[in-house]
T-cell receptor
Framework: SQTIHQWPATLVQPVGSPLSLECTVEGTSNPNLYWYRQAAGRGLQLLFYSVGIGQISSEVPQNLSASRPQDRQFILSSKKLLLSDSGFYLC??????????FGSGTRLTVV | QQQVKQSPQSLIVQKGGISIINCAYENTAFDYFPWYQQFPGKGPALLIAIRPDVSEKKEGRFTISFNKSAKQFSLHIMDSQPGDSATYFCAASSSGGSYIPTFGRGTSLIVHP
């Protein structure tokens, strides 16, 4: 069966510090991978998606970036965090079908 | 431009009651309509989904009703339980695109015991 792992679960970072969130998928190959952000009490905002290794599409211009160094690994990064980067970050995958499987999320607080 | 409009934003029902959440879409190319359930501090999980070739799909206490001509679909939760208290998102996607769904803004459901 397929599983998605996302870590860390919570993170408190100072303004201006770097960020690296990692997501890995097991039990499938060549998945579509996605990063979403969810502000408190708000909906789901698509940040990046990837249909293959090294292929990254950005939906929202900001100081975040994404990379896919391996088929089942998706990384969200920032060189310098802003207060506005606080939120709940979700990784998800799909297999050229319709349903998403989300990870358990990372609660990021920038202080 | 919001292509999937979800209402209400919040909903409070009593235990045993029926919870109804509605969504309307604009893009006629959408051909897959899932609902996701999200508990606090967790990622959303696929709850139930429907394709436009059927007007209703039922899984246990959860039913999707789909009206293609009106471009609307809804989630009905029968015999609502406190454990159903969560945020529900509707979504729509198209097989002609990249399968990326357009999500509604979410409905916070509280079921009182």
């Amino acid at each position: 069966s397929q599983t998605i792992h996302q870590w860390p679960a919570t993170l408190v970072q100072p303004v201006g510090s770097p960020l690296s969130l990692e997501c890995t998928v097991e039990g499938t190959s060549n998945p579509n991978l996605y990063w979403y952000r969810q502000a408190a009490g708000r909906g789901l905002q698509l940040l990046f998606y990837s249909v293959g290794i090294g292929q990254i599409s950005s939906e929202v211009p900001q100081n975040l970036s994404a990379s896919r160094p391996q088929d089942r690994q998706f990384i969200l990064s920032s060189k310098k965090l802003l207060l506005s980067d606080s939120g709940f970050y979700l990784c998800a995958w799909s297999r050229q079908s319709y349903g998403y499987t989300f990870g358990s999320g990372t609660r990021l607080t920038v202080v | 431009q919001q292509q999937v409009k979800q209402s209400p934003q919040s909903l409070i029902v009593q235990k045993g009651g029926i919870s109804i959440i509605n969504c309307a879409y604009e893009n006629t190319a959408f051909d897959y309509f899932p609902w996701y359930q999200q508990f606090p501090g967790k990622g959303p999980a696929l709850l139930i989904a429907i394709r436009p070739d059927v007007s209703e799909k039922k899984e246990g206490r959860f039913t999707i009703s789909f009206n293609k001509s009106a471009k609307q679909f809804s989630l009905h939760i029968m015999d609502s339980q406190p454990g159903d208290s969560a945020t529900y998102f509707c979504a729509a996607s198209s097989s002609g695109g990249s399968y990326i769904p357009t999500f509604g803004r979410g409905t916070s459901l509280i079921v009182h015991p």
